[in-house]
C-alpha cells in the first residue's frame, strides 16, 4: 500500500504493485491519479508492505521522485515503465509494442520511492 496526503492534509492510500533493487522501490503511475497529484504536490510518502502474517509489516517513509510521462512508443520513459513490469511479472511482456502503446495511452510515468526510514514489526 502508498500512502501520500491530500491538498487538506488527510491521508489517501493506494494498494499497489512496486519492484524493488534493494535500494528503491518503482512504481508504475498515471498522471492524472490522486496518488500521483500528491506525490507531486508533496513527496513525502509511506510504502507499508504486509509480512506473512497478519503482525509482520514494514512501513517506509520515502521520497517520491515522478519521472517523465511516456509519449512517444518506446521512448525512455516506456522502457523504463516496461523494466517495472517485468520485474513485477518476473517475466518478460509478450508484445513490448503493444505495451508501449498502451503506455502512452494512458499517460503512465514511474515513480521512484527512495526510503529514509522505517519501521517494522513482527517477523522482519
Not at 497529484?37 to 503482525?55: E, I, K
Not at 515522478?66 to 516506456?78: F, M, R, S, Y
Not at 511479472?89 to 502512452?104: I, K, L, T
Request: overall charge negative.
Amino acid at each position: 500500500m502508498l500512502a501520500t496526503t491530500r491538498h487538506d492534509g488527510s491521508p489517501q492510500t493506494s494498494n499497489i504493485l512496486y519492484a524493488f533493487d534493494g535500494d528503491q522501490a518503482r512504481i508504475s503511475v498515471t498522471t492524472s491519479r490522486a496518488k500521483t497529484t500528491n506525490m507531486r504536490r508533496h513527496p513525502a510518502v509511506v510504502l507499508h508492505v504486509l509480512g506473512d502474517t497478519f503482525w509482520a509489516y514494514a512501513a517506509v517513509t520515502c521520497t517520491a521522485t515522478l519521472g517523465p510521462v511516456t509519449v512517444e512508443p518506446g521512448d525512455q520513459a516506456g522502457r523504463d515503465l516496461l523494466a517495472v513490469y517485468e520485474q513485477i511479472a518476473q517475466s518478460s511482456h509478450p508484445d513490448p509494442d503493444e505495451f508501449y502503446q498502451a503506455m502512452v495511452a494512458e499517460h503512465r510515468l514511474v515513480a521512484t520511492l527512495t526510503p529514509v526510514a522505517a519501521v517494522t514489526s513482527g517477523l522482519w
